[in-house]
C-alpha cells in the first residue's frame, strides 16, 4: 500500500511529533490545525511546544520540503486525526466525554476524501468513537462507502490507533514503542498498519477498533489506580505520622510488590482523563476506577489543606504577623517532570487556588515557561529557584523537576518545607 501523501490533523503533543517523525521518513506530510500561529511557525521550521529533539526533527522536515502546515485539509492517501477529547457537562456530570473536536475533523477530512484513502483516529476516545468518526464522515459523503456498511468492500478504511507515549520522550517512542491497531475491518487494519510500519519499530498489533480503544483506557485506568493508592497512603501515613517515603521503600523491598510514589494528584490528558471515559460508559460497574479517579481529584484539595495549616503554625509562632506577611514560594506548575504542559495538572490547580485564597506573596518556580498562565498572572510572580527559596517562608514542591533536585540541605533550613514528591 503507497501512501505517498499523509495527512495529520492536529499539531499538538501528539500530532506534531508524529507528523514530524513521518516526514522524516521522506513521505510527504501535510499538518493541519485550526490555530494559525502554530501553522506559521510551523512552516518557518520553528514548534510551538516543547519536546526535545523535537525542534530539529521539525526543521530538518520543513527544510527539506517534506512538511508544511495547513489551517484546512488538503487531499492525501491517509489522515491521522489526533485532537483534543476534553470533558463536557451534561446532565450534572462533569466528566462527560466531548467528542466535538472529532467530529468536526471527521466532518471536514471527509470533504476530500477519495476512493482508497484510510482514516486513523489517533485521539484518546471512549469506547465507540471510532464508529462514531465514521458515521459522521458517510452522512457527510454519501457518494463513498465505508466499513460500517460495506465491510472489507468499502471506499475508505477505518481504524483507531492510540498513542502510547511519555512526555518528554515523545520522539523515541513514536519510533520504538509497540502499536496496537484496531481497524474496522480486517482490510482496514492491514492497511492502518501498512502506514505505521513507515516508521514504527516496534510491533504493530491488530485487534478490533473497540478493543483497542479499550485497550488504551485500560492501560491508563491501572497506571491510576496505583497512583491513587499511593496517595491514599500518604495521607494515612501522614495522620498517623509515620513517613510514606520510608515505608513506600521498604514496602517495595518485597519480591512481588511495586508500589508508586504519591503526589499532588494525577494531571496530563490522559491518567487524569481517560479512566472517566470507562466511568462514562459503564457507570455502575467501575466501581474502583471511579473510587481511584475520586482519591487521585481529591488531593490537590489536601495539599490546599496542609498548605494552610504551615500558615496557621507560621501565625501561632510569630503573633505580630498576619496571613498577609506570609510569602508561599510554589515550585511546579506542570503535570509531570521536565516538561511545560500544564493540561490537567494537580500543581495548577492547587496554586491557582492558593492563590485566590492566600493574601500574602505567592511566588511560582516554574523553569519550563516564560510566563505564568492568565489565572494567575495579576495573583502571583514568576521566581527562580534561588531568589524564591530566599524571599520565601513556606517552601512547596509540586512537581520533581531537574532543576529542584539539586537544591541543597543548607538552604531549605529554617523555611517551612512541603514536599509533595519526597526529593527534599
Given at each position: 500500500m503507497n501512501y505517498d501523501t499523509i495527512?495529520?490533523?492536529?499539531?499538538?503533543?501528539?500530532?506534531?511529533?508524529?507528523?514530524?517523525?513521518?516526514?522524516?521518513?521522506?513521505?510527504?506530510?501535510?499538518?493541519?490545525?485550526?490555530?494559525?500561529?502554530?501553522?506559521?511557525?510551523?512552516?518557518?521550521?520553528?514548534?510551538?511546544?516543547?519536546?526535545?529533539?523535537?525542534?530539529i526533527v521539525v526543521h530538518a522536515a520543513v527544510k527539506e520540503g517534506y512538511l508544511r502546515a495547513a489551517t484546512r485539509p488538503e487531499p492525501a492517501d491517509a489522515f491521522l486525526i489526533a485532537?483534543?477529547?476534553?470533558?463536557?457537562?451534561?446532565n450534572g456530570n462533569d466528566h462527560v466525554p466531548d467528542l466535538s473536536y472529532i467530529e468536526s475533523a471527521s466532518k471536514a477530512v471527509a470533504q476530500v476524501l477519495k476512493a482508497g484513502d484510510l482514516v486513523i483516529?489517533?485521539?484518546?476516545?471512549?469506547?465507540?468513537?471510532?464508529?462514531?468518526?465514521?458515521?459522521?464522515?458517510?452522512?457527510?459523503?454519501?457518494?463513498?462507502?465505508?466499513?460500517?456498511?460495506h465491510g472489507e468492500a468499502s471506499d475508505i478504511r477505518i481504524a483507531h490507533c492510540p498513542e502510547r507515549v511519555l512526555p518528554g520522550h515523545v520522539v523515541r517512542e513514536l519510533v520504538e514503542n509497540d502499536r496496537v491497531i484496531g481497524g474496522m475491518t480486517a482490510k482496514c487494519s492491514a492497511a492502518a498498519t501498512a502506514l505505521y510500519q513507515i516508521f514504527v519499530e516496534g510491533e504493530c498489533i491488530?485487534?478490533?477498533?473497540?478493543?483497542?480503544?479499550?485497550?488504551?483506557l485500560t492501560e491508563n485506568s491501572f497506571r491510576d489506580v496505583n497512583i491513587a493508592f499511593a496517595n491514599e497512603?500518604?495521607?494515612?501515613?501522614?495522620?498517623?505520622?509515620?513517613?510514606?517515603?520510608?515505608?513506600?521503600?521498604?514496602?517495595?523491598?518485597?519480591?512481588?510488590?511495586?508500589?508508586?510514589?504519591?503526589?499532588?494528584?494525577?494531571?496530563?490528558?490522559?491518567?487524569a482523563v481517560d479512566p472517566w471515559f470507562i466511568v462514562s460508559e459503564t457507570p455502575d460497574e467501575a466501581r474502583l476506577i471511579r473510587t481511584a479517579r475520586e482519591v487521585?481529584?481529591?488531593k490537590p484539595q489536601w495539599?490546599?489543606?496542609?498548605?494552610?495549616?504551615?500558615?496557621?503554625?507560621?501565625?501561632?509562632?510569630?503573633?505580630?504577623?498576619?496571613?498577609?506577611?506570609?510569602?508561599?514560594?510554589?515550585?511546579?506548575?506542570?503535570?509531570?517532570?521536565?516538561?511545560?504542559?500544564?493540561?490537567?495538572?494537580?500543581?495548577?490547580?492547587?496554586?491557582?487556588?492558593?492563590?485566590?485564597?492566600?493574601?500574602?506573596?505567592?511566588?511560582?518556580v516554574e523553569p519550563n515557561i516564560k510566563s505564568l498562565p492568565a489565572s494567575l498572572k495579576q495573583k502571583a510572580e514568576l521566581y527562580p529557584v534561588g531568589k524564591a527559596i530566599e524571599n520565601a517562608d513556606i517552601l512547596l514542591l509540586l512537581v520533581d523537576h531537574r532543576d529542584f533536585k539539586g537544591v541543597g540541605a543548607e538552604l531549605l533550613k529554617e523555611k517551612v518545607v512541603l514536599d509533595t514528591r519526597g526529593i527534599w
Open positions: 495527512s495529520v490533523i492536529g499539531l499538538g503533543y501528539i500530532g506534531l511529533p508524529t507528523a514530524a517523525v513521518i516526514a522524516s521518513r521522506r513521505k510527504q506530510v501535510i499538518g493541519v490545525d485550526i490555530n494559525q500561529h502554530a501553522v506559521d511557525t510551523i512552516n518557518r521550521g520553528d514548534i510551538h511546544i516543547v519536546e526535545p529533539e523535537l525542534d485532537v483534543p477529547t476534553p470533558f463536557k457537562a451534561e483516529l489517533e485521539s484518546t476516545s471512549p469506547v465507540g468513537a471510532t464508529e462514531q468518526m465514521a458515521a459522521w464522515m458517510a452522512e457527510a459523503r454519501p457518494d463513498l462507502t465505508f466499513p460500517q456498511t491488530t485487534t478490533t477498533a473497540r478493543t483497542a480503544e479499550m485497550a488504551k497512603l500518604s495521607i494515612i501515613c501522614d495522620k498517623i505520622d509515620i513517613s510514606v517515603w520510608e515505608l513506600i521503600r521498604l514496602a517495595n523491598r518485597h519480591p512481588r510488590v511495586n508500589i508508586l510514589q504519591p503526589g499532588p494528584g494525577v494531571g496530563g490528558h490522559c491518567i487521585n481529584d481529591g495539599v490546599n489543606e496542609k498548605v494552610h495549616q504551615a500558615v496557621g503554625k507560621l501565625l501561632t509562632a510569630n503573633s505580630n504577623k498576619t496571613a498577609k506577611d506570609v510569602s508561599i514560594a510554589c515550585f511546579g506548575l506542570a503535570f509531570k517532570p521536565d516538561i511545560d504542559d500544564l493540561r490537567e495538572s494537580p500543581a495548577l490547580k492547587i496554586v491557582e487556588k492558593l492563590a485566590s485564597s492566600h493574601p500574602g506573596q505567592m511566588l511560582i
